[in-house]
């Protein structure tokens, strides 16, 4: 426990170092000229329902980015900078969160030269357990895997951590005017670079692949507006077979809604009935049929911006007494116009699907490529 607050505060430490050390700079001007190959350049690959003002807002987003690296950045200097790429329009920007996002992705949804994100990219070159999860490998020491459970029973507590997301559009526009479909992927790794014992060996990958079936939505409750609803078929796994595989298949929904400054997700799922296991790691039978009580059926995401940050949220449950579950909370702050810091607290279960059933707290600290919006 000592050490691991000693690593709370030394993420803590760095991050304030890395946050107060970033320096303000002017946008430079937008000429005429840069925003009319942008959009020569843009219509190509845009949505089809993307209108000449939706092309004209999303080139302001991309030329007002590009033409800083300052992280700090203020929201008036976004404006302003915008202001001098459509000058002499009558557009008006949404203050929503995640317009941006979806004029962006919308530019780019045709072109198939373009990977579009899905979930946040990031790398943390730190990422420290306070209780490492070596009961599944000692489990699994057999003869012909005496080395591997040899390599997993003694792990270190810092870990290289990354995930990479994209998803790729299959078809749009399928209800006249809207109705995506896309095929996404998101790939979570923990790496025991540190470990140099034992060849510093990948402990656990998590493969997501998922169809998803996108919906925009203006509706408006509360002063919040729902802009999106997907339905997913969603395939989750270790790519590890016998004892140490883990695996579950869901049907899942997810709402989001946004306001001025915060938006937040509601997103449950139901997961797909296995036949039961005949014997321990029977490839035909479920691998774990108590992920639900651990990893809930039910998650609640939300974020806030405030100037140049994003605070984020995610709680997971099955809302049911005596659950399990998981919370995380992140902070995200631009350190230039390609990367923002990344600082994130784990605490609860299935930080990994080999850790399902077992509670850890973890701190990360590295940085992140593509942030919620």
């Not at 998803?167 to 790794?189: A, V």
Request: with cysteine; hydrophobic share 35%.
């Amino acid at each position: 426990m000592r050490n691991f607050l000693f690593g709370i505060g030394l993420l803590g430490a760095t991050a304030s170092i890395f946050s107060n050390t970033l320096s303000a700079e002017e946008a430079a001007p937008i000429s005429e000229e840069e925003m009319r190959l942008c959009m020569e350049k843009s219509v190509l690959t845009a949505d089809k329902s993307m209108t000449i003002r939706n092309l004209q807002e999303a080139c302001a987003i991309l030329l007002s980015q590009s033409t800083t690296s300052d992280s700090e950045k203020s929201e008036q200097q976004v404006a302003e900078a915008e202001s001098k790429v459509i000058k002499g329009t009558d557009i008006q920007r949404s203050p929503r969160m995640l317009n941006d996002r979806g004029l962006v992705e919308a530019l780019n949804r045709s072109n198939r030269f373009v990977l579009t994100p899905h979930k946040r990219n990031y790398i943390l070159p730190l990422s420290y357990s306070d209780s490492p999860n070596t009961d599944p490998y000692k489990n699994s020491v057999s003869n012909d895997e005496a080395d591997e459970g040899f390599a997993f029973s003694d792990l270190k507590h810092a870990e290289f951590e990354f995930q990479l997301s994209i998803k790729i559009l299959i078809r749009e526009n399928i209800f006249d005017d809207n109705g995506h479909l896309y095929l996404g992927y998101t790939n979570h790794s923990l790496w025991q670079v540190y470990n140099r014992e034992t060849s510093a060996p990948f402990r656990e990958t998590n493969h997501q692949p998922e169809l998803l079936l996108t919906f925009t939505n203006d509706f408006e409750i509360f002063g919040f507006r729902n802009v999106l609803n997907e339905f997913s078929i969603n395939h989750q796994s270790n790519g590890q077979s016998g004892v140490l595989s883990r695996s579950w298949n869901r049907v899942m929904f997810n709402s989001v809604f946004e306001g001025e400054n915060f938006s937040f997700s509601l997103n449950p799922w139901y997961r797909l009935p296995e036949d039961k296991s005949r014997y321990p790691g029977d490839p035909k039978g479920d691998d774990n049929p108590d992920i639900d009580y651990y990893m809930g059926n039910f998650q609640f995401s939300g974020a806030y911006r405030y100037k140049a940050n994003i605070f984020s949220l995610e709680l997971r449950n099955n809302l049911k007494i005596n659950s399990r579950g998981a919370a995380e909370v992140a902070w995200t702050f631009p350190i230039s116009s390609t990367m923002r810091g990344y600082v994130n607290y784990f605490d609860g279960y299935g930080h990994s699907l080999i850790d399902y059933n077992d509670k850890q707290r973890v701190v990360g600290l590295g940085i992140t490529f593509t942030d919620l919006f």
